[in-house]
């Protein structure tokens, strides 16, 4: 991708999923290695590593890889403040015994690399099924955060079948045995499921540790850039300053630009940006 111009303020609140960019207008994918360096040249200083990459099949996430984005916070100066780990299948409870380790196995490997380069909130989806069967799920990975500044922070998500209201998220986190987890409010998943989000936000007061910030239209999952969908986003930013949240506001936007030429991806990155700035404003207006 052609460089931009780099004299672009950072938001300081303001973070993006590395997968704003991870999808090309031919259907192929970038990988973190290369997107990393053009958001930061954007403007970007706060980052949230996207691990689903590593279900990619030509996925080749090793030690080298690993090394290449912890040697960016030196030498680029961003901060991971976010990661979001691989999830698991919608059936994973049907799923063999050979399968459920292997997919447990990808999600302790990308949560062992995020405490490694420094990620606070370490975003993973919950399984299908009541909230017993997710404590026993997350119980399995809680103590990889052991001695760390880590913490898990379960995502809520957009179907009926799916753990996605503030209260199973509430009741999961307060059930299980470790206080290194909390919670992720994905805005486009709420907003899909009729959720009232800034009486989602109050509700999950300081449980809440993690953001997917995306916009939709209220019929599928377009992860937009805000105000592109029907989210009342002047009311949402006013709940998150009222809750004193302080984590990072993270857009999860790929499906914004993956149609667009390289050049108008960048120009998206941009308005990302540009709109990170109205949001803030939104929140701190009285």
């Not at 007061?205 to 910030?213: F, K, S």
Request: a negative charge; aromatic letters at 6%; hydrophobic letters at 40%.
């Amino acid at each position: 991708m052609r460089s931009m111009d780099t004299s672009m303020n950072s938001i300081s609140r303001t973070a993006t999923s590395t997968n704003l960019l991870a999808f090309r207008r031919d259907g192929s994918r970038r990988r973190m290695t290369e997107i990393i360096p053009v958001l930061r040249r954007c403007g970007y200083t706060s980052l949230d590593l996207n691990f689903c990459e590593m279900m990619n099949p030509d996925c080749s996430i090793d030690a080298s890889y690993i090394a290449a984005l912890d040697g960016f916070r030196k030498t680029l100066g961003v901060e991971y403040v976010q990661s979001h780990v691989p999830y698991p299948l919608p059936d994973y409870h049907s799923l063999s015994a050979q399968q459920k380790d292997r997919s447990d196995a990808d999600i302790a490997r990308a949560i062992e690399y995020s405490v490694r380069l420094g990620v606070r909130a370490i975003v993973i989806h919950p399984v299908r099924g009541g909230i017993g069967e997710n404590v026993e799920y997350l119980e399995k990975f809680l103590p990889l955060l052991a001695g760390t500044g880590s913490s898990l922070a379960l995502e809520n998500m957009e179907r009926p079948d799916e753990v996605n209201s503030a209260q199973e998220l509430l009741c999961i986190v307060g059930n299980c045995s470790d206080s290194r987890i909390g919670i992720c409010l994905d805005t486009g998943h709420a907003h899909l499921m009729g959720h009232d989000i800034p009486q989602m936000i109050h509700s999950l007061g300081d449980r809440l540790i993690a953001t997917h910030i995306a916009d939709n239209r209220g019929r599928e999952d377009e992860h937009l850039l805000p105000f592109f969908g029907t989210i009342d986003w002047e009311n949402v930013m006013k709940a998150f300053t009222q809750t004193g949240y302080s984590g990072a506001l993270a857009y999860e936007c790929m499906f914004f630009t993956r149609r667009l030429p390289d050049p108008l991806q960048l120009e998206a990155v941009r308005l990302s940006l540009e709109t990170a700035k109205v949001l803030e404003a939104m929140g701190s207006a009285p």
